[in-house]
């Protein structure tokens, strides 16, 4: 799986929207963008996934680069339930390999 | 909608003991069964996946076990804990091999 980089930290007023970058330079042609986030002593918990075309669900937007090299994930109206660990993995679809998770972005939505 | 369960919630337990964790998945049929284990400040370790019944595969050899007795029960064991069995024990489900996976609530066991 392709390695991935990711700020460490973000604050984020609650109400406006919080922008998570990644970055995926060496990111392969069959390479998904997978968005995961972990609430403090919680599961994991699926948000969205893509492969080069925009993505957008209930919970999250995913804006990936023409080149897929980077990536951003958008919650459009943040609230103090999004604070969490945002983990940007990138992997392929059909991969049995285990999910890793690198350092994320731990993002906290300020009242 | 698909659920998953795990129980129990927290578990301290002494060295040497014997351990048995439960998942449960309901509305689906078929799903990949993962058990993952997190350290303190780390990231995820696959110990177990299953694609079927009785069919399961070990990521990491250690004294850890599991079985899946039904199709939608995935079962972690071990017969005597060691203190680094610690940890916050994860179970997951995915409809395919690699897909999104979704994780059940965690068990936080602590081996004293």
């Known amino acids: 799986d392709a390695k991935t980089t990711q700020p460490p930290s973000m604050d984020c007023a609650e109400g406006r929207a919080a922008n998570l970058p990644c970055n995926h330079s060496?990111?392969?042609?069959?390479?998904?963008v997978y968005w995961y986030r972990q609430i403090h002593s919680q599961g994991p918990q699926y948000i969205i996934h893509?492969?080069?075309n925009n993505e957008t669900n209930e919970m999250a937007s995913l804006i990936i680069t023409e080149d897929r090299k980077s990536s951003t994930l958008i919650l459009p109206h943040a609230t103090l339930r999004d604070t969490a660990v945002y983990y940007c993995i990138v992997r392929i679809s059909g991969s049995a390999r285990q999910l890793t998770f690198g350092s994320g972005t731990q993002l906290t939505v300020l009242p | 909608s698909q659920t998953i369960h795990q129980w129990p919630a927290t578990l301290v337990q002494p060295v040497g003991s014997p351990l048995s964790l439960e998942c449960t998945v309901e509305g689906t049929s078929n799903p990949n069964l993962y058990w993952y284990r997190q350290a303190a400040g780390r990231g995820l370790q696959l110990l177990f996946y299953?694609?079927?019944?009785?069919?399961i595969s070990s990521e990491v050899p250690q004294n850890l076990s599991a079985s899946r007795p039904q199709d939608r029960q995935f079962i972690l064991s071990s017969k005597k804990l060691l203190l680094s069995d610690s940890g916050f024990y994860l179970c997951?489900?995915?409809?395919?091999?690699?897909?999104?996976?979704?994780f059940g609530p965690g068990t936080r066991l602590t081996v004293t």
């Open positions: 893509g492969l080069k």
């Open positions: 299953s694609i079927g019944i009785d069919q």
């Open positions: 060496t990111i392969s042609g069959n390479e998904y």
């Open positions: 997951a489900w995915s409809v395919r091999q690699g897909g999104e996976q979704y």
